[in-house]
């Protein structure tokens, strides 16, 4: 069997909070788990997301510690270049750190950077053109 992704993790500080700012990128996260130590979501195409906190992770491995470097990076698709911003100014209107203003990349994306309450940074992005007919 070759080994195949199944679920993208996060390790919180701040579980409700990133459970909050994940809801606002429409992941359907369980409610009433903001106090869990613990929780999955099912994402479109049956991916899973979960969060845990750092306490949940020091109790089977007591000496970690939080990642230096990029990480991983979740990026979101929006149905146009219009939700990009949209979207990001709901999220920085809500306090998220905006890491790059939306912009039109040269790679043919509506394109902007935002930070989960953990300083993750997320990619929100949607093509500048529809596929196939040619337009902005």
């Known amino acids: 069997m070759t080994p195949r992704i199944d679920l993208i993790g996060l390790v919180t500080s701040d579980l409700a909070a990133s459970l909050a700012f994940y809801r606002r990128l429409g992941v359907d996260v369980p409610e009433g788990s903001d106090d869990a130590p613990h929780v999955e979501a099912v994402l479109p195409g049956g991916l899973r997301m979960a969060w845990d906190t750092a306490e949940t992770i020091r109790s089977f491995q007591p000496d970690w510690q939080p990642g230096s470097g990029g990480g991983l990076v979740p990026a979101f698709l929006c149905d146009s270049p219009a939700e990009v911003d949209a979207v990001y100014a709901e999220l920085t209107a809500a306090?998220?750190?905006?890491?790059?203003?939306?912009?039109?990349?040269?790679?043919?994306?509506?394109?902007?950077?935002?930070?989960?309450?953990?300083?993750?940074?997320?990619?929100?992005?949607?093509?500048?053109?529809?596929?196939?007919?040619?337009?902005?």
Do not use: I, M, S
């Not at 750190?97 to 990349?105: L, Q, V």
């Not at 790679?107 to 337009?135: H, I, M, S």
């Open 95 to 136: 306090g998220h750190p905006g890491e790059t203003e939306p912009f039109d990349a040269p790679w043919g994306q509506r394109y902007a950077v935002v930070e989960d309450p953990d300083g993750n940074t997320v990619d929100l992005f949607a093509p500048l053109t529809a596929p196939g007919d040619g337009t902005a």
